[in-house]
T-cell receptor
Framework: QKEVEQDPGPLSVPEGAIVSLNCTYSNSAFQYFMWYRQYSRKGPELLMYTYSSGNKEDGRFTAQVDKSSKYISLFIRDSQPSDSATYLC??????????FGAGTRLFVKA | ETGVTQSPTHLIKTRGQQVTLRCSSQSGHNTVSWYQQALGQGPQFIFQYYREEENGRGNFPPRFSGLQFPNYSSELNVNALELDDSALYLC??????????????FGEGSRLTVL
């Protein structure tokens, strides 16, 4: 069993839709939870990070962590074609190693 | 502020050969991590360097080795290349004080193809 599970998609939505991306994990020692966005032929870029359970909002993006269920989510409101990318969830125990999910490919159709 | 730069961007090697990939970290960052990203997969942690020493290593064999230089730039060396080494190799820099929050700044990667 992988430490972090993420549905690879692809996920295709119309412009303006609300997108929900999810990951589950098995290691209860994970303390830091991140979402990275990766455009084609580019390196990942950090979108959001959270430390505790609960919600964190930044513009059109909301990150949600439920440690009791070992489940994290990223919501994108009013999705735009420019949001089309691969979204990677990532987690850390607080040391030096970040564990990434496989990534979900998102396509937002104009 | 200069971002993370990697070279070369693409290269093709044959099985058994050796390769060196290079990375210049973002200004102000003293920690460099290397990741391997196979097609359709998430990045896998190879190792991290801090103060010119290996600070942690993932599940990769010893033929994957690295260096960090006094200016914080870094190299990844892979010996005896295998077909499965074909991947995008990503370098990520960070400040040691920020590492615990997981903030990694990635370069655009070096795409290695092994024939």
């Amino acid at each position: 069993q992988k430490e972090v599970e993420q549905d690879p998609g692809p996920l295709s939505v119309p412009e303006g839709a609300i997108v929900s991306l999810n990951c589950t994990y098995s290691n209860s020692a994970f303390q830091y939870f991140m979402w990275y966005r990766q455009y084609s032929r580019k390196g990942p870029e950090l979108l959001m990070y959270t430390y505790s359970s609960g919600n964190k909002e930044d513009g059109r993006f909301t990150a949600q962590v439920d440690k009791s269920s070992k489940y994290i989510s990223l919501f994108i409101r009013d999705s735009q074609p420019s949001d089309s990318a691969t979204y990677l969830c990532a987690m850390m125990t607080g040391g030096f190693k970040t564990i990434f999910g496989a990534g979900t490919r998102l396509f937002v159709k104009a | 502020e200069t971002g993370v730069t990697q070279s070369p961007t693409h290269l093709i090697k044959t099985r058994g050969q050796q390769v060196t990939l290079r990375c210049s970290s973002q200004s102000g960052h003293n920690t460099v991590s290397w990741y391997q990203q196979a097609l359709g997969q998430g990045p896998q942690f190879i190792f991290q360097y801090y103060r010119e020493e290996e600070n942690g290593r993932g599940n990769f064999p010893p033929r994957f080795s690295g260096l960090q230089f006094p200016n914080y730039s870094s190299e990844l060396n892979v010996n005896a290349l295998e077909l499965d080494d074909s991947a995008l190799y990503l370098c990520a820099s960070s400040s040691h004080t920020l590492q615990s929050t997981g903030e990694l700044f990635f370069g655009e990667g070096s795409r290695l193809t092994v024939l």
